[in-house]
């Protein structure tokens, strides 16, 4: 008896979760509202979304979408960024307390002391930052994009900020740059070590490993392959191997053995640490989307005329380099 009623409870929770899709649905074609999903968002959200994808790949598909409303289901800077890149769109954030800690880490007045000391360096701001920041540097990057713009800015002598992990795999990939670091970083993926790495080996020895330049230079230079949330994708989609272990949120593990479920049954995604779980990315619910794409929750993102404008410029320049 007990797990009928379980079971009717689940079947009920289903039901709600394919109801609220469609009433995403609706409310879509009726507001003309678009809704973008982070890779690291829950599936039945992931399942409304019109693009998913890393931070760049939001970012570029904010900047060309036509609709007059974006839901960002994701965190806060990634909403910021797609009002930046359309500043006439009414932008929400699907979930008002999804905030990234390392956008949080750095202030203005920290960048000001820090550029008197090094006047002559560009300032690059990786994406996972606030508006307010942005207003201080020259040019952003997202983790699929910082090796190549870096690469093309002329100036050879770069300030990093705010993660020393990312900052130091492109100081790597690009030896003849000079690159200053601040000590900044994802508290997610920098807490992997290489205990843990050696653990998933073990337990996996014939899995290639895949991690995003957000984890420690340690875990970095153990890895079989480097990227953003997007590139780890397409790299475990693509490759003939069929073990892989996931050194970025635990959502991507999810994520991929869904995808590949039909073409490729036999491919097996293991989590690199059971640490990789970001609750930021995860306050976020379909919920949440519902109310805010019927009127009744998020959080609109308004930023001042002379904010946007100065951030702007460098936001314009990681897409005029990207
Ligand atoms: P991506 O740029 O790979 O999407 O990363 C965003 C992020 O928050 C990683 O922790
Ligand atoms: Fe921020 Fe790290 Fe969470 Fe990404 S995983 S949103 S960088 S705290």
Redo the contacts with the bound molecule.
Sequence with gaps: MQSLCGYRRIERLTMKISEMQSRIAKLKSEKDICILA??YQAREIMEVADFTG???QLSVAASEVPHKTVIMCGVRFMAETVKLLSPDKTVFLANPTAG?PMAEQMDKELIAAVKKQFPNHTVVAYV?TTTELKTVCDVCV???SAVSIVDKIPNNDILFIPDCNLGSYVQNQLPHKNIKLLQGG?PI?AVVNVADVKNAKSAYPNALLLV?P?CIPAVVGLADFVG??SAIMDFALKSDASEFIIGT?MSIVENLQYICADSSPDKRFYCLSQKLLCPNMKVTTLKDVLDCAEGNGGEEITLSESTMSKARRCIDEMLRLG
């Design positions: 982070h890779s890393d931070s760049f990234c996972n997202t983790s699929s994802c993926h995003h957000e953003s949330t949120e």
